[in-house]
């Protein structure tokens, strides 16, 4: 079904008004505890389309920020650009830092990510896990993952305590399904990513993310040569401890 055929289906899914009670709920409950060291750090995926529309409704305080690991789709960088212009908002680019990237490529190759796992999960350590540590440092973060994503997101909690990064983690999506953030951005009208609509599932960087077929799950276009358990995730989320809710 084509993403705007399903916007009309609109009115049987009653239960997204407490679904967005629920999520907005949360943040705003993050953001009294946590004032200016919240943070929102956004891939731009199509759950942070939903995370930023109602940042920018409900508590615009909120910092957000996206990491330009230098590899990303001509794609991503346009729709940051909407997303500014739509919400007349700056979403802070972080960068790794220059000399690790030399480095890096230096020694193993720039395509360093495609001969072994361990290279890979430097790439994303260097070009991911390291700029983000620092940004987070001291602070508290909203994602914008849900369970439905992957098994390894099964597990996750509301709320995450010392994650491995920052102080705090707060999933306000984690009880959204993919249609459910589908209908809320075509309700809303809100931009995405033009690669969605070439059947890409979870858009990373550029050669590390491919488009999905049907019964895949969405993060399985991710790393998709490597096995299933290294490849589910890039380090950003890692050792939680979990809190269930957050009142
Ligand atoms: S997703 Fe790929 S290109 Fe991006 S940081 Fe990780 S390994 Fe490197």
């Given at each position: 079904m084509e993403h705007k055929d399903k916007a009309?289906?609109?009115?049987?899914?009653?239960h997204m008004e407490n679904l967005i009670l629920n999520s907005v709920k949360l943040i705003r409950g993050a953001h009294e505890e946590y004032s200016s060291n919240l943070v929102y750090p956004t891939s731009l995926g199509i759950s942070g389309n939903v995370m930023i529309d109602m940042i920018c409704t409900y508590v615009p305080e909120i910092k957000i920020i996206t990491l330009?690991?230098?590899?990303?789709?001509p794609e991503t960088l346009q729709l940051h650009q909407k997303l500014e212009a739509k919400y007349g908002i700056v979403i802070e680019r972080i960068k790794p830092s220059v000399f690790e990237v030399a480095s890096m490529i230096e020694n193993h190759g720039v395509d360093l990510y495609r001969k072994s796992v361990s290279l890979r999960k430097l790439c994303c350590e260097v070009r991911k896990v390291n700029p983000l540590k620092d940004e987070l440092h001291g602070k508290a973060w909203l994602t914008g993952r849900r369970s439905d994503q992957s098994d390894i997101r099964l597990e996750l909690e509301q709320v995450e305590l010392n994650p491995s990064m920052g102080v705090a983690k707060f999933n306000p999506l984690l009880s959204w399904s993919r249609d459910d953030i589908w209908f809320y951005v075509l309700k809303m009208g809100l931009p995405y990513n033009n690669l969605f609509d070439q059947h890409y599932g979870s858009i990373g960087c550029a050669p590390c993310t491919r488009a999905v077929t049907v019964g895949e799950d969405e993060r399985s276009g991710r790393w998709w040569w490597e096995n299933k358990d290294a490849a589910s995730e890039c380090g950003l989320h890692m050792n939680p401890i979990s809190r269930q809710t957050h009142e």
């Open positions: 009309a289906l609109w009115t049987l899914r009653p330009d690991t230098g590899m990303l789709h």
